[in-house]
């Protein structure tokens, strides 16, 4: 980060704390945090948050995996896609870590940008927006969180 006084602190978001960030992240509500991608690790995942006053990112662990992320506006929650058949969309709580499947995207990768899902909560936390190329063209989709889903995963 870099302050307007030009000083510069760097987060704990890339070797060797992490393996090499994947240039997907997002800063965590109103704090000092980000969340973000690198590539795959079998004992501690590939989602992590990394604070400016702390040495050390926070894995999510193995147990969910993403690519593109995103957080709520809240800063509580956190939405990610996935490159596995189907390209689906994972919603988890930052905070305890549990996490649930949402919807499969059905988006097939074509190496254009606008094949990438790039899902992100709407500012309610009632719906996933992503898009998705599963007609043959690239559209934009919503999936509404089931009721009582979010507080679930607290």
């Given amino acids: 980060a870099l302050t307007l006084a ?14 090499r960030p994947s240039g997907h992240e ?3 509500g109103a ?4 969340f973000f991608s690198t590539r795959w ?10 604070s400016l006053d702390s040495p050390a990112p926070e894995p999510l662990g193995p147990s969910v995996r993403g690519g593109h992320v995103s957080v709520s506006r809240c ?3 956190f939405l990610v896609d996935d490159n596995r058949d189907g390209i689906p969309l994972t919603v988890g709580s ?6 649930a499947h949402l919807v499969f995207t059905a988006t097939v990768h074509d190496g254009q940008q606008s094949s990438h899902a790039h899902p992100y909560l709407t500012a309610d936390n009632r719906w996933a927006v992503y898009t ?4 043959g063209h690239s559209q934009v989709y919503g999936a ?11």
């Fill in 6 to 19: 030009r000083q510069l602190t760097w987060f704990a978001a890339d070797e060797p704390h992490t393996t």
């Fill in 31 to 34: 704090h000092t945090r980000v």
């Fill in 132 to 135: 998705s190329n599963r007609d």
């Fill in 75 to 77: 800063g509580r929650y």
């Fill in 144 to 154: 509404r969180l089931p009721e009582g889903l979010l507080a679930s995963l607290d």
């Fill in 41 to 50: 690790d079998d004992e501690q995942g590939n989602l992590w948050t990394a």
């Fill in 26 to 28: 997002t800063w965590i």
């Fill in 94 to 99: 930052l905070s305890s870590g549990r996490h």
